[in-house]
């Protein structure tokens, strides 16, 4: 067929379809206006609590709305009952609300079956809409022309398809309808008791916007007898000890010990540092592997306990090292830790535990600090160091600390019983209060409970939560306790499961981080101590005993399922699945789950040897012919999953969860590719396989139209397929050196790039970049000069930028020199040799980098000028100078210069002198010079007295140190002369 024949017929095709799809779609024009006008006269109804009301129905509101909007011309038959649908479920989410902090008050069985009934009738609901979308959707067919005729021939389907959502939707309304009347009829829900009034959730988030650091909390007062104890126990050199730290949940075991970890007298004892945090049912082997990884120990690449110890071994031998497990461990797992360890006199093991526990073997020696409740004095100590705010006006802070002691100290101690987990809770409850009415209120209510004291204050906590907080709240269940989690992942998490809508302005993101600052500002969970060397790193954890309430309130509303034990749940109905059974991983993923929408798995990386291999390939070879099955040792506990097994659990899952939304596997083998079906699980928006061995991603993910997030860290995946890079949701990619290519699609909505690298060959250009224009985060490796002009083009329009990592051969000076776009940077680092330094020195770069907070360098070769020019950055708190990063022997700090930096380090080699001038460093408050010459001379002259106790705390520097006065070194000066 000719050119013009061919234009000829696809013009004709086209027309032909414009007046079908008139006629099928122009039914009611009206429709998409009356829907929209509709939602906005509802909406005020979402402002009317209740954990289930927001993690089941609100969401469901919000798909409702998409649908209709999204079809409303071509849902004539479905018009009418998807408003109703949607008008119910909203004013059952206002009830919902209402109901559920009241059945703390009154607890009914009727209740119960009401708020059951609800629940099963907005599931059938989600699964309706959700087939829906993934019968109708077009987006999976990567042409035009495909699409058209797939759209022409599948008319009749597609209509079919809205009628049954039309009768699904009837159905659910008719099933809402028989519930309400059952409710009014039988007088079930809010008859009885009337004089109840449950707690109302608060209506505002209450902590002002700020830094995650400034939320940060001190360590626990009133322990410094106990903190004596275990420093002086820790400093002790003559033998070799188990440190036990034992007490009830919740009374602060972590915080001590993890307070006395950080102090810079401890870490100058110990030659070697580690600390381990796991969850529950962890095993010694993956104990010792968290400790190894600590230790900076990454040469470890076999999972054999032998080869763990052997690592350890010559890691630790003959140096004093500390090391601190916390989490439960049973008794076998402990003795095989302590075996795995070398003996080493002054050494030290720290365990914390709930309960005494049994003497370690005779080679070391056992300390036991116990530690119990506060007395009135300390709970009122606690209390007030942790209600106050640091952004409130003082005088108001002198009103709550004079309240408490005049008229709140017995309230609150009665409340709490001393029990530190609890009076920080309460602190945290009532800091978002209005003093003194509303603390009243508090405290009325509390004394109207009958349950255990701690229970009562956690209940109050949740249901005080304003109502958009508490699904992201409940998320905590999902995940294992005892864990450090990312809040960047946490956040996206949140985001793909629908909890998080633009608002006021901000995006889904920031959105998230402000909800997580509110509930570290309450102190339901903790932010831990960052390294400012670890930027977009930040981590929480949530205590274990607010963790199990959380699991309770999930198992009320089936929020998610957990298999962290030889039972597995019943899985055909789970919305969540949550694996944390580590002995057997792939279990659950035997059961069909069609209603799943997210699931998720924590686990380490499952390491093999080649020997390892060798013998899987004869395993392998023995049993082709079977069927598939775990594979189990003669105790029950999973070995190891065949590559092959664990490919058909996943394609399994991918073919039966067709309405998953979130997939996060960590630790779990699912083979060298992804299975070629992850293309068709069109409603995924997350979608995480880390710390396996996977190597391929199918070009079938270009089909995930809807996915924001990808991570595949800690895996072997260099390259993603092209389709891919042209998904235009997309908002997070995280990996390790990327290839990135030189033409990508239009990612207008992508904020992180973590990391990637040009591609070889092709490199890029500058387009590449260019249009991701809301870019935050960006992470670059392997940047060579071939690339640099792109890079640089890039920058002038990356106007949003707040983290840049760059390592390479080559760093161009644009970084520090680009005017206007970098105006919002505030972490940088850089590895590689940066080119055209004088044009930075001639530039005025407080301007170019106002809010430049942290700076790394390695490997640049500045210049003295150069870091003069650093000095007038005016909000620069953290400097790392490692190795190669600075050209000259001598370094000087100049009086009046970094005056906010509160943190230096140092590591080179090369330097002989270190001059300090008075009046410099004014704020500092942390200074490390690592890897240092001999040679070294650290000359401060004039008066600096913050600089010399830094110093003086490091016993080896301290003798480096001279001194000298103005006059000394002027009447030097003159000498010379």
């Not at 005729?149 to 099933?175: C, D, E, M, P």
């Amino acid at each position: 067929m000719c050119h013009a024949c061919l234009i000829s017929f696809q013009m004709q095709i086209a027309n032909s379809i414009k007046g079908v799809v008139f006629i099928y779609l122009g039914w009611h024009r009206s429709l998409a206006i009356c829907i929209v006008g509709r939602w906005c006269e509802t909406e005020k109804l979402l402002q009317a609590g209740g954990s289930m009301a927001e993690a089941i129905i609100g969401p469901l509101v919000v798909k409702l709305q998409e649908l209709a909007v999204s079809e409303a011309r071509a849902m004539v038959a479905v018009n009418d009952d998807i408003r109703s649908l949607r008008d119910k479920l909203m004013w059952m989410q206002a009830f919902l609300r209402d109901a559920d902090p009241r059945r703390r008050v009154v607890p009914d069985e009727a209740s119960r079956v009401w708020l059951h009934q609800t629940r099963d009738a907005a599931f059938d609901a989600e699964d309706a809409v959700d087939q829906y979308f993934l019968l109708v959707d077009l987006s999976r067919y990567p042409s035009w022309t495909r699409t058209i005729i797939r759209f022409i021939a599948g008319l009749t389907t597609q209509i079919r398809v809205r009628r049954n959502l039309s009768s699904k939707i009837n159905a659910i309304n008719s099933r809402l309808e028989n519930i309400i009347k059952n409710k009014e009829a039988y007088k079930q829900i809010g008859d009885t008791n009337k004089t109840v009034v449950p707690w109302r959730a608060s209506t505002a988030i209450s902590v002002a916007p700020t830094k995650l650091d400034n939320l940060l909390q001190p360590p626990l007062v009133s322990r410094e007898d106990k903190r004596g104890q275990l420093i002086s126990a820790l400093l002790d050199s003559t033998h070799q000890k188990v440190i036990s730290v034992i007490g009830p949940s919740g009374v602060g075991k972590s915080t001590l010990v993890r307070d006395v970890y950080e102090t810079l007298e401890i870490k100058n004892h110990f030659v070697e540092q580690a600390l381990a945090t796991f969850p529950p049912y962890s095993s010694a082997s993956d104990i010792l592997k968290l400790i190894l990884r600590d230790l900076k120990e990454e040469d470890f690449t076999l999972s054999k306990m032998e080869v763990t110890k052997e690592l350890l071994d010559k890691k630790l031998k003959g140096k004093q090292y500390l090391v601190v497990i916390d989490g439960e461990v049973s008794s076998t797992e402990w003795k095989n830790i302590l075996g795995a360890l070398p003996n080493v006199a002054g050494s030290k093991v720290v365990r914390m535990s709930k309960e005494n526990l049994e003497d370690p073997p005779t080679n070391y020696e056992h300390v036991v600090i116990s530690l119990n409740r506060f007395d009135k004095i300390a709970t009122t100590e606690l209390f007030q160091q942790r209600v106050c705010k640091k952004e409130s006006n003082p005088e108001y802070n002198k009103d709550i600390e004079d309240g408490v002691r005049n008229k709140y100290q017995q309230d609150i101690f009665d409340t709490t019983q001393g029990l530190p987990l609890a009076i920080v809770l309460l602190s945290g409850l009532l800091r978002t209060k209005e003093f003194p009415v509303e603390w009243e209120a508090v405290f009325d209510h509390l004394k109207s409970k009958q349950s255990k004291r701690l229970d009562s204050i956690l209940s109050l906590c949740f249901d005080d939560l304003p109502y958009d907080i508490k699904s992201c709240f409940l998320y905590f269940a999902a995940l294992p306790t005892n864990m450090l989690i990312e809040a960047q992942d946490l956040v996206c998490m949140w985001m793909a499961e629908g909890f998080l809508r633009p608002k006021e302005g901000l995006t889904m993101e920031k959105v998230g981080y402000r909800y997580l600052k509110e509930l570290i500002a309450r102190h339901l969970i903790n932010l831990e101590p960052m390294d400012e060397n670890t930027p977009e790193e930040e981590l929480v954890t949530i205590q274990s005993k607010v963790h199990a309430f959380l699991q309770i309130e999930a198992q009320e509303v089936n929020f998610v399922e957990i298999h962290n034990s030889d039972d597995i749940p019943p899985l055909s109905a789970a919305r969540r699945l949550s694996l944390q059974n580590r002995m057997e991983k792939y279990a659950a993923l035997a059961n069909p789950m069609p209603k799943l929408r997210s699931i998720l798995s924590n686990f380490e990386k499952e390491e093999t040897s080649k020997e390892d291999e060798v013998a899987d390939d004869e395993e392998e070879a023995k049993v082709q012919q079977s069927p598939t099955c775990l594979h189990c040792s003669p105790h029950g506990t999973t070995t190891k999953c065949k590559e092959g097994d664990a490919k058909s659990y996943l394609q399994q899952l991918l073919q039966t969860s067709k309405f998953l939304r979130v997939i996060n596997l960590q630790g779990l083998e699912v083979g060298d590719k992804l299975p070629d079906e992850i293309g068709n699980v069109v409603h995924l928006q997350y979608l995480a396989v880390t710390s396996c061995s996977l190597k391929e991603v199918p070009p079938s993910v270009g089909r995930l139209s809807s996915l924001q997030t990808l991570d595949v860290r800690d895996t072997e995946v260099k390259e993603l397929p092209v389709p891919f890079w042209e998904i235009r949701t997309l908002r997070h990619v995280f990996g390790h050196r990327l290839i990135l290519p030189k033409r990508v699609g239009v990612l207008k909505n992508l904020q992180t790039l973590d990391t990637v690298k040009p591609d070889a060959k092709y490199g890029w250009d500058r387009n590449t970049l260019s249009k991701m224009i809301q870019l935050r985060s960006l992470f670059i490796w392997e940047l060579s000069k071939g690339h640099e002009k792109g890079l640089v083009a890039a920058l002038k329009k990356l106007k949003y930028l707040v983290t840049l990592t760059i390592h390479g051969d080559s760093i161009p000076s644009a970084v520090f020199t680009t005017k206007t776009s970098l105006q919002r940077l505030e972490v940088m680092e850089l590895d590689g040799m940066l080119i055209d330094m004088p044009r930075v020195v001639d530039m005025d770069i407080k301007s170019c980098l106002p809010n430049l907070l942290l700076l790394s360098l390695e490997n640049t070769m500045v210049s003295q000028d150069f870091i003069n020019k650093l000095a007038e950055l005016p909000f620069l708190a953290s400097l790392t100078l490692d190795g190669g990063s600075y050209k000259d022997e001598q370094l000087v700090l100049s009086a009046g210069g970094f005056h906010s930096l509160r943190r230096l380090t140092v590591d080179l080699e090369e330097l002989k002198k270190l001059e300090i001038h008075e009046s410099a460093l004014p704020k500092l408050a942390d200074l490390d010079i690592l890897i240092h010459s001999n040679d070294l001379k650290i000359v401060i002259l004039g008066k600096n007295d913050v600089v010399e106790k830094l110093l003086h705390e490091d016993k080896i520097l301290s003798k480096k140190i001279q001194r000298t006065t103005r006059s000394e070194r002027t009447a030097r000066r003159i000498g010379v002369e």
